[in-house]
């Protein structure tokens, strides 16, 4: 599924030359648009990498848990630290879970 991007978190990557989401994504989907804000030009040519959801450093993006898997109100939102990565995820019934991993960049 593809991103979904918080307006009221995303802030444009304040005039960054590159959106950190834009840097991120691999199919050069992600713009910043004459609102500040991030969108995802093609959401049928996404492929679910979260590349741009990790990459954003205001936690503005969230992922959409697939319909097969989750409905519409489950969603995926990664909190990114120095030396790990936790996920928080949020089923329909809005009862959150967390899972902590340790990242590559870890010893
Ligand atoms: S990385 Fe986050 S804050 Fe920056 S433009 Fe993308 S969604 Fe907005
Ligand atoms: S999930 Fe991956 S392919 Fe989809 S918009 Fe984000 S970075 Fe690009």
């Known amino acids: ?62 992922t959409r848990v697939p319909y097969q898997l989750g409905y519409h109100l489950a969603r995926l939102t990664p909190l990114m630290g120095k030396n790990s990565i936790t996920w928080k995820c949020v089923d329909i019934h809005g009862n959150e879970e967390t899972f902590k991993y340790r990242n590559r960049m870890d010893k």
């Open 1 to 62: 599924m593809p991103p979904r991007i918080d307006p009221k978190k995303c802030n444009g990557c304040e005039g960054r030359e590159e959106s950190h989401c834009e840097e991120a994504c691999p199919g050069n989907l992600m713009y910043v648009g004459e609102d500040g804000k991030s969108h995802c030009r093609s959401l049928r040519d996404c492929w679910d990498c979260m590349s741009c959801t990790k990459a954003c450093p205001r936690n503005a993006i969230e």
